[in-house]
């Protein structure tokens, strides 16, 4: 069982905290100071364009790059000095696929389920209820590779769950997806901040699926340039909306807001 302390319990730390993060591909620095954190249960946009930084910041987050300049925690768990203790509370969903195109979803998923230790029944039951909750039931022996790209992406999400992870990153999930998929993934994704609690950082570039009550952390060319609720971000930047707010903190033109999607 998990101890808590005293200061714990008065404070509890955020679901995730990335504090003074640098880090550089030799020369090129693509993370500069990055400072930001997560508060548990709300849903947090990583809004930047291509190039800025997110998948550099995940991978860090994941413990694929060991964090050289600055320290994340994952409640309260530092990922370089507890690793354990910090991956057990996440659940990833990268930008490229990363399902076995030769096994069906259930293999998929009970390898998956075996890694984190989850016995083969519990694992089964699990793995029922995650596909019924991303709308999948009816594909379990099917083989990924006969899955759409927004099937896939549904495995992915609950493969992610599978540890039950409090906190949940998803990086551009929604991308190379028809409007339709995009705005069900999005639904998936809002649905278990909603019901189940879940804290998710959702990195995108893709400004029209970000809403009004969301938290945003705008990144640019590797450095934090906007940080909080949408209206207060808006306001900071002296804008009218969140598109606007973006156009001029990314140093762009603004597309007009009733063409949607990306800037
Ligand atoms: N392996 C690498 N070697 C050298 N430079 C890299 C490497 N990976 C990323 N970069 C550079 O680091 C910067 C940040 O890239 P990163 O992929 O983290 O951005 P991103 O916001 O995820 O963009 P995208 O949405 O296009 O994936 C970019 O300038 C990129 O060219």
Not at 21 to 33: D, P
Not at 148 to 169: T, V, W
Not at 232 to 258: E, K, N, T
Request: proline share 2%; with cysteine.
């Amino acid at each position: 069982m998990q101890h808590v302390t005293e200061r714990e319990r008065m404070c509890p730390p955020a679901a995730l905290d990335v504090s003074g993060v640098s880090h550089s591909y030799g020369q090129k620095q693509a993370l500069t100071e990055v400072s930001f954190s997560i508060t548990p249960g709300l849903f947090t946009v990583l809004l930047g364009l291509n190039g800025a930084g997110k998948t550099t910041l995940f991978s860090l987050i994941s413990h694929l790059y060991n964090t050289r300049h600055g320290s994340i925690r994952i409640f309260g768990h530092d990922i370089s000095r507890r690793s354990g203790e910090a991956l057990r509370r996440l659940g990833i969903v990268f930008q490229a696929r990363t399902l076995d195109l030769d096994l069906s979803v259930y293999q998929n998923l009970s390898y998956h389920a075996s890694l984190h230790g989850i016995g083969r029944r519990a694992a089964r039951v699990r793995i029922a209820n995650l596909l019924a909750q991303v709308d999948m039931t009816n594909r379990l022996n099917d083989k990924a590779r006969s899955l759409s790209g927004g099937q896939m992406r549904r495995i992915e999400i609950a493969r992610a769950l599978l540890h039950r992870p409090p906190l949940l990153l998803l990086d551009e999930a929604t991308v190379g997806l028809d409007i339709q998929s995009r705005a069900e993934i999005l639904a998936i994704i809002r649905g278990l901040v909603a019901t189940d609690g879940t804290s998710v950082l959702w990195a995108t570039h893709l400004i029209d699926e970000v809403e009004d009550e969301d938290q945003v952390v705008v990144l640019d060319r590797g450095k934090v340039v906007a940080n909080g609720r949408v209206d207060d971000v808006v306001r900071s930047a002296g804008a009218i909306s969140i598109h606007q707010a973006f156009a001029a903190l990314a140093g762009l033109v603004p597309v007009q807001a009733d063409k949607g999607s990306a800037i």
